[in-house]
Nanobody
Framework: QVQLVESGGGLVQAGGSLRLSCAVSGRTVSTYAMGWFRQAPGKEREFVAAITWTGSSTYYADSVKGRFTISRDNAKNTVYLQMNSLKPEDTAVYYC??????????????????WGQGTLVTVSS
């Protein structure tokens, strides 16, 4: 059973930065695409960013493009999300997940069965 443990969230002022980490166990991630997702209060979970298993390609939601950067360290079974120029609308619980198919991860993540507890990011204005 895969386990996903997100960390690095916190309270930050608008314009600030945070770096999220997600440690994966139960799988060797080197053949998986990895992604970040978020769920704001009262809203559905949404796609934020994804990275291919080689790390050669990355994908971002329009709302975070140019501000967030996804990266991975296969040796550590970990994916990261560097978040800069944070805005109050970035406030959400952030989750990571993995899948062999990057398109499935980007568009059908709602059907993934296992999720971690997430990490809360709060951006104050």
């Amino acid at each position: 059973q895969v386990q996903l443990v997100e960390s690095g969230g916190g309270l930050v002022q608008a314009g600030g930065s945070l770096r999220l980490s997600c440690a994966v166990s139960g799988r060797t991630v080197s053949t998986y695409a990895m992604g970040w997702f978020r769920q704001a209060p009262g809203k559905e979970r949404e796609f934020v960013a994804a990275i291919t298993w080689t790390g050669s390609s990355t994908y971002y939601a329009d709302s975070v493009k140019g501000r967030f950067t996804i990266s991975r360290d296969n040796a550590k079974n970990t994916v990261y999300l560097q978040m800069n120029s944070l805005k109050p609308e970035d406030t959400a619980v952030y989750y990571c997940n993995i899948d062999h198919n990057r398109e499935y991860l980007k568009t059908r993540y709602r059907y993934l069965e296992v999720w971690g507890q997430g990490t809360l990011v709060t951006v104050s204005s």
